[in-house]
Structures are given as C-alpha cells and as structure tokens.
C-alpha cells in the first residue's frame, strides 16, 4: 500500500565514493521530484521529471544524476560525494498538469558522508 | 523569487490551547499554497491545499485560511499528537502563463509541540 517509497532508508558512505538512491510511486502520477532537506529541516527541489523527461533541474552540482527508467520511477545518482552532501533527500510524486497539485512524500533517505 | 516565510520557529502549547501559525508568501502567480505535517524521521503529510483568497479548508482540529499575502494554519484545541513541525509551501504559475512545472517553495516550518 505504500505510495511512494525509497530506498535505502539509511545511507552512511566516505567522501569520494559514488551512491545511488530510487524511488518508485504507485500512484499513477506523471511527474516525480527530489527534495534536499538540509540540517535545519529547510526543503529544496532539486529536480523534477514528467514521463521521464527532466523538466526541474534547480542548481545542483552537476555529480548529482537523476535518471527516470519509466514514470513511476526515479533514481538519484551522487558521483564523488562530498561532506555537504550529507542531507536528507526526499522523492514526491504529483501530477503537474492537472487541477489537483498536491505532492506525496517518501519516507526520506539520510545520507551521511565521513 | 518566489519565497516563504513561517512565523514563529517553535511553538509550545498546552493541551487545549488553540493558537494559529503563520505563512507569508511572495509569489508571482500563486497557483497553490500547501501545508505540509513532518513527523521526525518521516517525509512530509500532505495536509490541505488553498488556491485563491479567501479560501478556508478543515480537517480535524486544523484549519487553513488564505490571503493574498499569508496563510494561517489554526489549531484548536491542540492534543500531544498533534505535536509535529508544520511546513507550508507555495507552487507558482510561471511567467511565461504556463506552469511551474510543480515545483514547490517551502518555508522553514514552524516546530509545534503540545504539552499534556
């Protein structure tokens, strides 16, 4: 029954190594995002895809790779992690186009980089 | 640049106490205004979302109301459980007379706990 999940819920890694993180909705939404949570809970949109084309692409270092297979999946790739990146990152699905815009959260992956 | 200020940081409370948190925005266009409920350790829960002036929209001992320039998230009669940080978001209508594509702009949440 869960709507938006991702995984892994936990990510502790070293500076330079490379991490990916997914994220899959069975809600038949058409666009999927990334949020940036940072230490002071502040969220960021990242980016955004709609039927697998990106359509957000805020400024994020260019290590950072969102890839969307099909349109109920989005995957986050983090080449040469670095100690700023240690956040927590959320996927949400919603559909953009249409009259209602909500957006619905996962759960949420902290990634921690020593 | 759209942008969202909540007011206050952190709230506390006694049971029972109603009180109200603040959302001021500054949006081009405002196609929608949402408030979010964060648990810790857990993502967003959509709440409830306004979209013109005016509007008020109820769930429970929660209610959002909207203006042109804030929203106000009122709580009355606040539990223990309802202790959370609250997160209100706005999405913009672009420039151009399309849309923002969904992207939407988060304050910095108001952290609200509720005393027994």
């Known amino acids: 029954d869960t709507a938006v999940s991702q995984t892994p819920k936990y990510l502790v890694t070293q500076m330079g190594n490379d991490k990916s993180i997914k994220c899959e909705q069975n809600l038949g939404h058409d666009t999927m995002y990334w949020y940036k949570q940072d230490s002071k809970k502040f969220l960021k949109i990242m980016f955004s895809?709609?039927?697998?084309?990106?359509?957000i692409n805020e400024t994020v270092p260019n290590r950072f790779s969102p890839k969307s297979p099909d349109k109920a999946h989005l995957n986050l790739h983090i080449n040469s992690l670095e100690l700023g990146d240690s956040a927590v990152y959320f996927c949400?699905?919603?559909?953009?186009?249409?009259?209602?815009?909500?957006?619905?959260f996962g759960p949420g992956t902290r990634l921690t980089v020593l | 640049e759209d942008q969202v200020t909540q007011s206050p940081e952190a709230l506390r409370l006694q049971e029972g106490e109603s009180s109200s948190l603040n959302c001021s925005y500054t949006v081009s266009g405002l196609r929608g205004l949402f408030w979010y409920r964060q648990d810790p350790g857990k993502g967003p829960e959509f709440l409830f979302t306004l979209y013109s002036a005016g509007e008020e929209k109820e769930k429970e001992r929660l209610k959002a109301t909207l203006t042109k320039k804030e929203s106000f998230l009122h709580i009355t009669a606040p539990k223990p459980e309802d202790s959370a940080t609250y997160l209100c978001a706005v999405q913009a209508i672009s420039n151009a007379g399309g849309t923002s594509y969904g992207k939407l702009t988060f304050g910095q949440g108001t952290i609200l706990t509720v005393h027994p």
């Open positions: 949400a699905s919603g559909c953009w186009a249409g009259p209602i815009n909500e957006q619905f």
């Open positions: 895809y709609n039927n697998k084309e990106l359509i």
